[in-house]
Structure formats: C-alpha cells, structure tokens
T-cell receptor, first 113, second 113 residues
C-alpha cells in the first residue's frame, strides 16, 4: 500500500530536549515536505526536498532542521524545542514537486512543555 | 479526533444536496491549484487539481472551477454524503516556484443526515 509513515504519532516533551520526527514514503517519490498545522493558521510549509541531498526552506523554517540522505526518508529535527513549536506536523511526498498531488502522512502531535 | 482549526468558515448542508466551497487565492502568477479533504485525526487527502490553463475540471462527484480574473477557486460536491463531512483546503503553487504550496485556512463542511 502506498503510504507516508510518520513516527511518533504523539509526543510530549520538555523545552530544550532534542527530538526527531521520522518520515518515510514507499512510493519512490523525489519530493518530500514538512508542514505544521495550527488553529487559525492552516498548513504552513517548514522545509522541502526536491531530491536526495537537496533541501530548502519553506515559510516557517526557524527552529527546525531536516536531512535527506535517502530518497525514502526525510526526518524533521528539533535541536532545542520550544513551546511555540507545539503543533500538529505533517510530512508529505509527491513524484514531481508541488505541481503534483502530495500524499500526506497521518500527522504527529507534538507538545513542548 | 484532532482539531484542525478554530473559527473556520463553515458550511452545513443536507445529505443529497450539492455543496459549493469557495477559496480566494492570493497570487495571480499561481499556475497550479489543488483541493484537499482532511478528516478528523488524519492527514489531508487529495481530491482534485487544476492547472491555470483550464477553468473547469471534473472528477467523480466533484468539480473544480477556476476564475483567474477574480482569483477565485471553488469546489462543487454533488449529492453530498455524510462521509463528505471534513475540512476542505485549497492550495496554490505560488511565488513562481515549482516547489512550494500555499494552503488556505480551510472550510468545515458538515453534512446532516
């Protein structure tokens, strides 16, 4: 089954404790992206990757890092999480950038205390 | 389930009626538009897309209309069913970039049996 898998689905942690949210897709997609979703603000893009070893900032990249060492994986790293990063996060992938429908994972709810 | 937004525009319809969800986009240079459906606790799911060289596209029970003159996009759902209840987002490929999608804030559709 074609899917985008995120882990963990839920995480409660404390300020400053580094965390990684993993994202994996099994569709051999070149393009992958991370979004955060906040009430009243909709989905906002954090980072995206056009292909292996190619990443670029989205609209809200501050406080986040990503890497793309393999085509299937695109982890989101919060080196020093802060409460304003409490949010619902989605990973997505598509075969050709944003001119093709993106497939989304089911989300990761992060709470930073 | 997860709450995806507060104070969203809402549309309430009776089962079997047709629904029209509207979206105003911001960038006259945007050349690709897409509608997503998000159910509670899940990631956005692709419904239908349209390129700027078209003004109408039909899918199964759904139609997207694009009016570039007034920068307006609409999603029409025929014979709305309770399973159509969800938040609907429009998104545009904006800023002349091939790599970024900008999402609207969403509309909550409620279908009453």
């Amino acid at each position: 089954e074609a899917q985008v898998t995120q882990n963990p689905r839920y995480l409660i942690t404390v300020t400053g404790k580094k965390l990684t949210v993993t994202c994996s897709q099994n569709m051999n997609h070149e393009y992958m992206s991370w979004y955060r979703q906040d009430p009243g603000l909709g989905l906002r893009q954090i980072y995206y990757s056009m292909n292996v070893e190619v990443t670029d900032k989205g609209d809200v990249p501050e406080g986040y890092k990503v890497s793309r060492k393999e085509k299937r994986n695109f982890p989101l790293i919060l080196e020093s999480p802060s409460p304003n990063q409490t949010s619902l996060y989605f990973c997505a992938s598509s075969s050709q950038g944003s001119h093709q429908p993106q497939h989304f994972g089911d989300g990761t709810r992060l709470s930073i205390l | 389930g997860e709450s995806v937004g507060l104070h969203l525009p809402t549309l309430s319809v009776q089962e079997g009626d047709n629904s029209i969800i509207n979206c105003a986009y911001s960038n006259s240079a945007s050349d690709y538009f897409i509608w997503y459906k998000q159910e509670s606790g899940k990631g956005p799911q692709f419904i239908i897309d349209i390129r700027s060289n078209m003004d109408k596209r039909q899918g199964q029970r759904v139609t997207v209309l694009l009016n570039k003159t007034v920068k307006h996009l609409s999603l029409q759902i025929a014979a709305t069913q309770p399973g159509d209840s969800a938040v609907y987002f429009c998104a545009e490929n904006s800023g002349g970039s091939n790599y970024k999608l900008t999402f609207g804030k969403g509309t909550l559709l409620t279908v009453n049996p």
